[in-house]
């Protein structure tokens, strides 16, 4: 039954990657503004041709 | 892009063009300045703007001033403005009232397009920001600026607000508190499921050592802020909403670790850390319903930055931001500015359009030697003007700065503090006399019945309850077009008792119509007059062209356009004027003076009545509701009659000047009322301040920003009996589930009294009666909202 220890400590170490995720994203700005990709992923699809051409 | 669109429909901004839309390219446009705007676009092949959302573009009829953003040149004044500047890379964060589809955020994303130089433009669309990033030596913060508004795209142009960041560190106690929560849960599952006493020896204390380690960050870190504000209200000797909150956490957590240390029992690790998680979501479910709704901008954003002042001999002049600017110093306005401050005419010749400040529609003439009131804009040539009040004391200001009050002092000490307080006060007499009660008999009992009475009656039910119940009523009327400030005005609704309308652009619609008084001109006249109205682009003039629709094959010669007071063409050897009633008429006063006069050599021979519509609804509005209601009026009593079907003759007034408004206002507030004003904009944003509750009604919810409490589409207006009346339920609502909980919790704690509560079970039944308050205000607020048809 002590197997169980073991695995309580795989299973925290686990969560306690994905803890160190969340505060990873939060820090980089990735939930800073949740509304205005859900725009801009609909622009990218079309208009390839005359976005890639200009810019350099 | 080859899209076939409705022909009689600006192809920029949607709106109606009538009979004299402007074609380029075959669209239709419906002034010069959407046509510009299609005209830059479509130079830079970026037409798919038009494809994304319809109607994207934003009317352009304000031309942009020439040298508007001249003192951005300056580096002093433009430096607030950097959020960084390095020699090959500078970033500005700019808020744009515009902004308001996808294509918006396509266009001004793509702003490097337009601009070489700009090396990345995003946007942030809940708060209507943008963050360019741009080369300095390449390209001016004054051509970006310049080119956002050449798109339509004109930025607010505010300096020196650091707010925010603090949403960061909630987001992180949020998913600490989340983690531990989760895994505290799981360890206690043994413990409520029970195991065989053999396993019960290894693995309880493992179990309870490591539910303590895990609230250690929840007590500690994530329910640090409630802590901390209890603490700041202890030391202004107030017992805030915070404090009951921060001594339930803190009874939990200290029973729990003396239970884990003395062998007692297992704690109540689960309850405390859920307790926090529940809190911090509630806390940032309403940042968020906050951050949405943060509409109100401080006035300043609408002033101009700088100003350019002028040196003794005239030759030199530089800008200088408006806060410097001294009495006696004199400045130059130029076509479409916003005078800054009280100042004498100098010279130039004023056209000052005032509404702004008091809503009048008609632009006002000043002599040298006048004194011009700030908020006024000038119309017309640049004109030179002596200081003669600095900015903060102005008229403007001075009505602006009423709001401090409202806030302040007089401030209503919101229900559920009302209830947390005396809660807290009560439940802290309970369970001391709980514990002396039961020391005198046994000390290890006066202690758990004391903690039981605490935890049992913990108040946190009591605090996200009435967020939540307002955050849900606030959702219900946004789908109806009506924007609350905050969850807390709901309470502010539900104590209206009467009710104050201005008239201009609330009670009636934003567009006017023209009636004929006289006329004396014959067919052939009139088509010609029709023909030079259309050389103009007032308003006015265009209505008159429309309304007389036709088009003569004469031309006109001379044509003249004098700002704010009319036109004037030369037909044969006559001189023909049309313009405003007291430039026809040279200067005599007389009351229907609002209308639009055509003149021949001086000779009037047509008139014409210019009326604004009344909503279409009103009736429905007013049919019943039984709050007495008031009109004040800033314009002349020329609707007298109508306005009489709703409102008693008593309780209208007209010409009512901005400060009277406000005056009356506060004299009902005085008499202990709670009036309700319902205004538009910010020529009533006085009153609507004074008002014990603001509306402001509008067309354009995101154009417009003036600082009241409800915002309201002008459509919704027939909805105001309904929204009062659902906010008074909500109210009821809440107060219902309030006293719910208290039954609730009473019958419980007659148990904890009398020491008869086991701890699991005091855990369970925590949670059951957040979760009925919580279903019970769902529910209740969703019926209301169904029966006011808020679908």
């Known amino acids: ?56 | 892009m080859k899209q076939v669109k409705e022909s009689n429909v600006c192809f920029h901004c949607g709106d109606p063009c009538g009979s004299d839309a402007l074609m380029y390219q075959e669209h239709s446009f419906c002034c010069e300045g959407c046509k510009t705007v299609y005209q830059l676009l479509d130079e830079n092949s970026m037409c798919r703007y038009y494809d994304l959302d319809e109607n994207a573009g934003l009317k352009m009829d304000h031309p942009l001033a020439e040298g508007k953003y001249a003192f951005l040149d300056n580096p002093e004044l433009s430096a607030s403005l950097f959020r960084f500047k390095k020699p090959e890379k500078a970033m500005v964060q700019f808020f744009i009232p515009g902004m308001h589809c996808a294509s918006c955020i396509w266009l001004i994303e793509r702003l490097y397009k337009f601009l070489p130089g700009v090396l990345e433009s995003r946007v942030n669309f809940d708060r209507k920001e943008v963050a360019i990033q741009f080369n300095p030596e390449e390209v001016s913060i004054r051509q970006v600026v310049e080119k956002l508004s050449a798109l339509g795209y004109e930025p607010a142009l505010i300096t020196g607000n650091e707010e925010k960041k603090e949403y960061k560190s909630l987001l992180y106690r949020l998913g600490v508190a989340g983690f531990c929560t989760g895994n505290i849960m799981l360890f206690s599952f043994p413990e409520y499921l029970g195991m065989d006493p053999s396993s019960q020896e290894t693995f309880s204390p493992v179990f309870q050592w490591l539910n303590l380690s895990l609230s250690i960050p929840v007590v500690f870190f994530s329910a640090q802020p409630f802590f901390a504000k209890a603490w700041k209200g202890l030391k202004y000797h107030d017992l805030n909403i915070d404090f009951p909150l921060a001594l339930g956490i803190a009874t939990l957590f200290i029973r729990s670790l003396l239970e884990v240390s003395m062998h007692w029992g297992q704690g109540f690790f689960d309850s405390l850390s859920a307790l926090v998680f529940f809190l911090l979501i509630g806390r940032w479910l309403q940042d968020r319903a906050y951050e949405a709704m943060s509409f109100d901008r401080n006035f300043r954003s609408y002033f101009p930055m700088a100003v350019e002042v002028l040196s003794n001999d005239e030759e030199a002049s530089q800008y200088r931001a408006i806060g410097e600017l001294k009495v006696s110093e004199r400045i130059r306005v130029r076509n479409q500015e916003l005078i800054p401050a009280d100042a004498i005419l100098e010279s130039g010749a004023a056209q000052i359009d005032y509404s702004f400040v008091n809503g009048e529609s008609e632009i006002e003439s000043a002599q040298i030697g006048d004194v011009i009131h700030a908020g006024g804009r000038q119309v017309g040539s640049s004109i030179i003007l002596q200081v003669m009040r600095p900015v903060s004391e102005s008229y403007l200001s001075a009505l602006w700065n009423q709001q401090d009050k409202k806030e302040g002092s007089e401030s209503i000490r919101s229900f559920s503090d009302w209830v947390g307080r005396y809660f807290t006060i009560a439940l802290v007499f309970i369970a001391l006399a709980t514990l002396f009660y039961w020391l005198r008999i046994d000390t290890y009992k006066a202690f758990h019945a004391f903690t039981a009475v605490l935890i049992v009656a913990c108040p946190c039910v009591l605090v996200v309850a009435a967020p939540f119940a307002f955050g849900n009523a606030m959702r219900w009327l946004a789908k109806k077009g009506i924007f609350l400030k905050s969850p807390d005005t709901v309470e502010r609704v539900a104590r209206v008792n009467e009710v104050v309308f201005d008239k201009t652009g609330t009670l009636t619609k934003q567009s006017a119509s023209l009636e004929e008084i006289f006329n004396e001109l014959n067919r052939e006249e009139q088509a010609w007059i029709g023909g030079l109205c259309a050389h103009s682009s007032h308003p006015v003039s265009r209505m008159l062209h429309r309304y007389l629709g036709l088009e003569s094959q004469v031309k006109t010669e001379n044509y003249k356009e004098f700002p704010g007071k009319g036109i004037e063409a030369k037909w044969g050897e006559n001189v023909w004027r049309v313009g405003s009633a007291h430039w026809i008429l040279d200067g005599i006063k007389d009351e229907k003076e609002s209308g639009v006069c055509v003149s021949v050599n001086g000779v009037l021979k047509a008139r014409y009545r210019i009326d604004w519509h009344f909503r279409d609804d009103l009736d429905g509005l007013f049919a019943n509701w039984d709050l007495p209601r008031y009109l004040y009026s800033g314009d002349r009593d020329t609707s007298r009659s109508e306005l009489l079907r709703w409102f008693p003759e008593d309780h209208l007034h007209f010409r009512v000047s901005p400060e009277e408004k406000l005056k009356a206002l506060r004299m009902d507030r005085e008499r202990g009322q709670y009036p309700m004003m319902v205004g538009d904009g910010l020529n009533d944003a006085g009153a609507l301040k004074e008002a014990w509750l603001g509306v402001s009604v509008t067309e354009d919810v995101h154009a417009f920003t003036p600082a009241c409490d409800v915002i309201m589409v002008g459509k919704s207006i027939s909805e105001l009996p309904g929204f009062v009346r659902f906010c008074k339920n909500t109210l009821k609502t809440v107060k219902f589930s309030f006293l719910f909980s208290l039954v609730y919790n009473s019958i419980w704690m007659s148990f904890a009294v009398r020491g008869e509560l086991q701890p699991l079970f005091a855990a369970l039944l925590m949670p059951i009666s957040s979760v009925t308050v919580f279903a019970l205000n769902t529910i209740g607020i969703r019926y209301f909202a169904r029966k006011e048809r808020f679908q």
């Open chain 1, 1 to 56: 039954m002590s197997i169980i220890l073991l695995l309580i400590g795989c299973s925290l170490l686990i969560a306690i990657g994905f803890l160190i995720a969340f505060i990873w994203s939060v820090r980089s700005g990735q939930v800073e503004d949740t509304s205005t990709p859900a725009y801009r992923i609909l622009d990218e699809d079309k208009p390839v041709e005359d976005d890639s051409g200009e810019e350099e």
